[in-house]
């Protein structure tokens, strides 16, 4: 199994960026396929996460900025990021998880920073 992530770079604040997470060997549905991120010094926190059936959460913090969405055909996880802060830079990362599995992707770097 392997979640590969793209998309990631340096980007102004109040600018966009989508975050891809592709999969293989695995496949998502069925999956409930989530974003992480962890800050330098910080601990990894969740993001958003997207179930099987299509329900999303999202983290107070990016309520309204950031959308998660799935194309099962492209087993592909998406993370679209607007409106973006100097809080949001971290490392992001992808997640499938069911039941006991738990399958990580290596990660991709947003900074934002003027």
């Known amino acids: 199994v392997q979640l590969v992530e793209s998309g990631g770079g340096f980007v102004q604040p109040g600018g966009s960026l989508r975050l891809s997470c592709q999969g293989s060997?695995?496949?998502?549905?069925?999956?409930?396929m989530s974003w992480y991120r962890q800050a330098p010094g910080k601990q990894r926190e969740l993001v958003a996460t997207?179930?099987?059936?299509?329900?999303?959460v999202y983290e107070n913090s990016v309520k309204g900025r950031f959308t998660i969405s799935g194309d099962n055909g492209k087993n592909t996880v998406y993370l679209q990021m607007n409106s973006l802060k100097p809080e949001d830079t971290a490392v992001y990362f992808c997640?499938?998880?069911?039941?006991?599995?738990?399958?990580w992707g290596q990660g991709t770097l947003v900074t934002v920073s003027s």
């Open positions: 060997g695995i496949i998502f549905r069925g999956f409930a």
């Open positions: 997207i179930t099987s059936d299509g329900s999303t």
């Open positions: 997640n499938a998880g069911f039941s006991q599995l738990s399958y």
